[in-house]
């Protein structure tokens, strides 16, 4: 796994509730440059899911594009092909398989989603 993902600090606001539609995935840009920070938030139900978007593999984002990549129950990676679970961020499939992307831990308060 990528080590070096930078600090977000705990109440960090990343968006709005309504953003995320039920089994979708955003990313939100909190950095641009060096170091890139972004983060994808995925909403399953009730259930809120955040990663730093940066694949395990090389410390590149995961989307090429605007937004990301879920088929099925996996987040794929567009530069490699690599498939992380999204429950947990296990890579099960690609160049990186058996590595995992790291997690960020999210609340919902006051319609919007934060960092714990």
Same mark, same amino acid.
């Given at each position: 796994?990528?080590?070096? =993902?930078? #600090? &977000?600090?705990?109440?960090?606001?990343?968006?709005?509730?309504?953003?995320?539609?039920?089994? $979708?995935?955003?990313? @939100?840009?909190?950095?641009?440059?060096?170091?890139? =920070?972004? #983060? &994808?938030?995925?909403?399953?139900g009730e259930r809120w899911i955040g990663y730093?978007?940066?694949? $395990?593999?090389?410390? @590149?984002?995961?989307?090429?594009?605007?937004?990301?990549?879920? #088929?099925?129950?996996?987040?794929?990676?567009?530069?490699?092909?690599?498939?992380?679970?999204?429950?947990?961020?296990?890579?099960?499939?690609?160049?990186?398989?058996?590595?995992?992307?790291?997690?960020?831990?999210?609340?919902?308060?006051?319609?919007?989603?934060?960092?714990a």
């Amino acid at each position: 796994m990528i080590e070096d =993902v930078p #600090v &977000i600090a705990p109440g960090t606001r990343l968006c709005a509730v309504a953003e995320v539609e039920d089994g $979708a995935a955003r990313i @939100v840009e909190l950095h641009r440059g060096f170091p890139l =920070v972004e #983060v &994808i938030v995925v909403r399953r139900g009730e259930r809120w899911i955040g990663y730093h978007n940066r694949c $395990a593999h090389m410390a @590149v984002p995961l989307n090429l594009l605007a937004n990301v990549f879920i #088929v099925g129950d996996a987040l794929i990676c567009d530069h490699h092909s690599a498939r992380f679970r999204i429950d947990d961020g296990y890579c099960t499939a690609g160049p990186c398989k058996g590595e995992s992307l790291a997690g960020i831990p999210l609340a919902i308060r006051d319609g919007a989603v934060f960092v714990a």
